[in-house]
């Protein structure tokens, strides 16, 4: 292991970077995470729940099909929440309808 990776107390850009790029790689063949998608600045409007193989970044964008037409959400926001009945977390994103 790199001993920057191991150092807890500075983590520069490039250790982020090496990070991000191993993250990339060592994705799991099959696993899906089950991400909640809000719009819009309420965050208690649920727009719909999906399953990713991957988790999208702020500034990507979502396509979605809805009546054979394209919605297209811009990502502004991901956190992590903790379900309070089984003590899971869930990935969150916050988008904005950029139709």
């Known amino acids: 292991m ?31 995470a089950l991400v909640e998608v ?21 500034g990507e964008h979502l396509a979605r099909d809805i009546d054979d037409y394209f919605h297209y959400y811009h990502i502004v926001k991901i956190w992590h929440r903790q379900d309070a009945a089984d003590g899971a977390f869930r990935a969150c994103l916050l988008v904005t309808l950029d139709d």
């Open 2 to 32: 790199n001993q920057a990776l191991r150092s807890t107390s500075i983590i520069s850009t490039q250790v982020v970077g090496e990070t991000r790029r191993y993250c990339d790689h060592a994705r799991v063949e099959g696993f899906m």
């Open 38 to 58: 809000f719009e819009g600045e309420d965050l208690e409007k649920l727009l719909f729940v999906a399953e990713f193989d991957f988790l999208p970044r702020v």
